[in-house]
């Protein structure tokens, strides 16, 4: 037998509770302005990594924030709304398809973090006159941060505000990726948003690779096609 309403709220309640916690412990109690740092878009052939930096009042009430892959894309969209709202900076990075070709994925997803955290420390600084005072990543470090700095293995289940930034990233590409399948129709990017599904493989084999696709992920099809 499933849970009823008022267990499923109690239990969103408990959960928010134990992130706000973690994160409370994780900087400090007296710290105000603790950014939590995700990103989405490592693994897929086509579109931009984007990482997102979020920064939460300390009286932050809204339940359900969580592991953005653990939500329905209705509760995302609806959260994600939340968190703008609420939110005391939120600061977006990317790095597209060419710099990731430039550069590797590793290294275009830090870049895009650090972008993401000087939006939002710039936004903190314009709003309340504040500079960031800890980030939190999920499970990345970043070298010559002006801020201290947390990783935390599996950060978007367990830091509320990395949590957030997941959400906010995964909402931000996804829409991305539903205006590109606009411009490039072949390889279905509103339902695969870039990752290498049947279709999207289909769309290759049939249309080729389109300026959003990453050349180093498909170094192989690539080959194949210029022999």
Not at 34 to 49: K, S
Not at 94 to 113: S, V
Not at 114 to 133: N, T, Y
Request: overall charge neutral; proline content about 3%; some cysteine.
């Amino acid at each position: 037998m499933g849970m009823t309403k008022e267990e499923r709220n109690r239990q969103l309640q408990k959960k928010l509770v134990e992130m706000k916690e973690f994160d409370q412990k994780t900087a400090g109690r007296d710290i105000l302005y603790v950014a939590g740092v995700d990103e989405v878009g490592r693994g897929p052939l086509a579109g931009p990594v984007v990482a997102a930096a979020v920064v939460l009042p300390k009286d932050f009430s809204t339940p359900g924030i969580d592991d953005s892959k653990k939500l329905s894309e209705k509760k995302r969209i609806e959260l994600d709304v939340e968190i703008r709202r609420e939110a005391l900076a939120i600061g977006i990075g990317m790095a597209d398809n060419r710099k990731i070709d430039e550069i590797n994925i590793l290294e275009a997803t830090k870049l895009a973090m650090r972008e993401a955290l000087f939006q939002a420390d710039k936004s903190l600084f314009e709003s309340a006159g504040e500079h960031l005072q800890h980030v939190i990543f999920d499970a990345v470090t970043l070298k010559d941060l002006d801020y201290p700095q947390t990783a935390v293995i599996k950060g978007d289940s367990k830091s509320l505000c990395v949590a957030a930034a997941s959400i906010v990233a995964k909402v931000f590409r996804d829409s991305m990726m539903t205006e590109y399948a606009e411009k490039y129709p072949d390889y279905a990017f509103e339902k695969n948003k870039g990752y290498g599904t049947k279709a999207h493989y289909e769309g290759i084999k049939t249309a080729g690779i389109c300026p959003i696709h990453r050349r180093s992920f498909l170094k192989n099809i690539i080959a194949g096609k210029e022999q």
